[in-house]
């Protein structure tokens, strides 16, 4: 549960008050702010009713200029609400069993921080790629798991994914390229990394990254679903494990090296393999979002969204047929 503060003016405050009760807050209680007469009203607010409460607040007083509302969080209620007295939790719930304990507010608030292209995030890069360089030359299993927690190239994919669901052009734009400045980053670093030390004999752990089966198409589906899950459930931790079992960076460092080495086959192999990665994580990371409701908030920027997630999504569909294809096709030539 989170607690919602609405700072409005004071003729509000029976419309906030008749709202916390309708949408079914645990419990309501307000004040008056000596400054400029506005009230402070507060609501004790439960995973299932919070996203419904935002919406009704949003239009409520979405014209007002003076009002904000603030999501804060809670630690503990003593005492402990029991089931029966959360009111309206399954009555005034639109689509309850696709429900999220995140909200869309507060998802685009944690999602968008991985979507920005700013010095930390190139400085990250960089340090992640030369440690999955060594690691690869090194046939370090080790230090690429260390490469693979520390990239934040996965961010910006549920970003895309994001805000293609939403069909928030601003968010789709920033995390387009900050996925793809990211990537040719990377890119250029392993060149860079592999022409100082050029790949003459490719160990084990390079060369499980110039192929991909069919196994590691469904992998990276479950993956980019996994990401979803676990932020809209609010178990962020269980990101460090998408990271592991997808990562887009080994693949990344490995084309770079083999390309700078000028073994082009298997570096289209590596190249194979992060395009598989990238076009599965956000058709699953799309298709998830939807399952789970997220969805904007007014009619006609739920029909934009709609427009945005069908567009997107037959993209990302397609592009995965072809690269299915490609697969069928690298196999058929390497038996």
């Known amino acids: 549960m989170k607690l919602i503060e609405v700072v409005a003016d004071a003729g509000h405050l029976d419309t906030l008050v008749g709202l916390a009760e309708q949408f079914g807050a645990l419990d ?10 506005r009230r402070s009203v507060r609501m004790l607010v439960n995973d299932e009713n919070r996203q419904t409460v935002l919406d009704a607040l949003q239009g409520l007083l979405g014209t007002s200029e003076n009002a904000r509302i603030i999501v804060l969080p809670v630690e503990a209620v003593l005492p402990r609400p029991a089931q029966e007295e959360v009111p309206g939790s399954s009555k005034n719930t639109k689509n309850s069993k696709s429900s999220t304990s995140a909200t869309r507010e507060e998802l685009y608030n944690q999602i968008e921080k991985g979507a920005r292209l700013d010095m930390n995030h190139l400085i990250l890069v960089f340090l992640s790629t030369v440690v999955a360089a060594i690691g690869l030359l090194e046939n370090n299993v080790a230090v690429i798991v260390g490469a693979m927690v520390i990239a934040p190239l996965l961010g910006p994919n549920i970003a895309l994914a994001f805000a293609a669901t939403l069909g928030d052009r601003d968010l789709l734009r920033e ?6 400045i990211g990537v040719v980053f990377a890119l ?47 178990v962020a931790s269980a990101l460090v494990g998408v990271m592991v079992a997808v990562a887009l960076l080994p693949p990344t460092a490995t084309l770079g090296m083999l390309l700078a080495s000028e073994q082009l086959d298997l570096a289209a192999g590596a190249a194979l393999l992060l395009a598989v990665n990238i076009v599965c994580v956000n058709l699953s990371a799309n298709l998830v979002f939807l399952i789970k409701g997220v ?3 007014t009619w006609l920027e739920k029909r934009k969204a709609k427009q945005s997630a069908v567009w997107i999504g037959l993209f990302w569909s397609v592009t995965l047929v072809v690269l299915l294809v490609a697969l069928y096709a690298r196999h058929l030539v390497d038996a």
Do not use: H, K
């Open 28 to 37: 309501c209680w307000y004040s008056q702010t000596v400054e400029d007469q």
């Open 175 to 180: 995390a387009f390229r900050t996925n793809l």
């Open 188 to 234: 250029l670093i392993s060149l860079a990394i592999g022409w100082l030390w050029p790949v003459v004999a490719p160990n084990a752990e390079i060369m499980s990254r110039t192929d991909v089966g069919f196994d590691g198409v469904v992998l990276a589906l479950a993956s980019g679903a996994a990401a979803v899950l676990s932020l809209t459930s609010g």
């Open 295 to 297: 969805r904007p908030r």
